[in-house]
C-alpha cells in the first residue's frame, strides 16, 4: 500500500482549462514535494512544501501553478490555464524518515488536449 | 553542464550478469545520495540509499565518490524481475532531490 495516495489517477482536459491534482499522506509529516516527469524523460522537481508553506520551487513552477493544503489533510497542485506542454505524470511525494528519502504515490496523469 | 547525468542504456543483459550503473553530479555542495527503480509508467521506489563508505543490499552494492562526484550502482546475479529504469537523485540540500534521466536494464533470461 502507498504511503501516499493521489487522485485523479488520470485526467484529460483542454487547453486552458484549470486542473486539481490531489495527494493524500497516510501519515502526518511536514514535507510535501511534487515532481513531473513528462513521458520519456525525467523526473523534475516542480515544488516543496513544508509547515504549510513553500518551501522551494524550481523554475518550472511559475505562476500558473499553485499549492495548497485547504485542510491540513490533502495537499493539492493547481494549474490554473493548462497547455499541451503540461500532459506528463505527476507524483506527490513526502519525505522519509532518513534524509533526502522520497516516497512517491503512484501519481496523476494529466493529458491537455 | 546537467545536474544529474546518467547513461541512458539500454543495458541488455543475460539473467545471472552483472551490471553496473554510474551516474555524475554537478553541485558539490549536495548531502545525500540515493538509487531509485522505476518501472514503466510507475512512480520512483527507492532502492538504497548511497554512503561514502559505500552499502551493500542483497544483490546491490552502492559506492560513492564525492572527490569525483560520481555514484553507481553493481547488480549482481541479475534476475528477470530486476528489469526496469534505475534513477539516481541527488539531494542538493533543503530536501530538494534532483533525479538524473534514468538508465533502463533489460534483463533477457
Known amino acids: 500500500e502507498p504511503e501516499v495516495t493521489q487522485t485523479p489517477s488520470h485526467q484529460v482536459t483542454q487547453m486552458g482549462q484549470e486542473v486539481i491534482l490531489r495527494c493524500v499522506p497516510i501519515s502526518n509529516h511536514l514535507y510535501f514535494y511534487w515532481y513531473r516527469q513528462i513521458l520519456g524523460q525525467k523526473v523534475e522537481f516542480l515544488v516543496s512544501?513544508?509547515?504549510?508553506?513553500?518551501?522551494?520551487k524550481s523554475e518550472i513552477f511559475d505562476d500558473q501553478f499553485s499549492v495548497e493544503r485547504p485542510d491540513g489533510s490533502n495537499f493539492t497542485l493547481k494549474i490554473r490555464s493548462t497547455k499541451l506542454e503540461d500532459s506528463a505524470m505527476y507524483f506527490c511525494a513526502k519525505a522519509g524518515e532518513n534524509t533526502g528519502e522520497l516516497f512517491f504515490g503512484e501519481g496523476s496523469r494529466l493529458t491537455v488536449l | 553542464r546537467k545536474e544529474v547525468e546518467q547513461d541512458p542504456g539500454p543495458f541488455n543483459v543475460p539473467e545471472g550478469a552483472t551490471v553496473a550503473f554510474n551516474c555524475t553530479y554537478s553541485?558539490?555542495?549536495?548531502?545525500?545520495f540515493f538509487w531509485y527503480r522505476q518501472d514503466c509508467r510507475k512512480e520512483p521506489k527507492l532502492l538504497m540509499s548511497?554512503?561514502?563508505s559505500g552499502n551493500e543490499d542483497g544483490r546491490f552494492t552502492a559506492q560513492l565518490n564525492r572527490a569525483s562526484q560520481y555514484i553507481s550502482l553493481l547488480i549482481r546475479d541479475s534476475k528477470l524481475s530486476d528489469s526496469a529504469t534505475y534513477l539516481c537523485a541527488v539531494n542538493i540540500g533543503n530536501n530538494d532531490m534532483r533525479f538524473g534521466a534514468g538508465t533502463r536494464l533489460t534483463v533477457k533470461p
Open positions: 548511497v554512503y561514502s
Open positions: 512544501f513544508y509547515n504549510n508553506e513553500i518551501s522551494e
Open positions: 553541485n558539490s555542495a549536495s548531502q545525500s
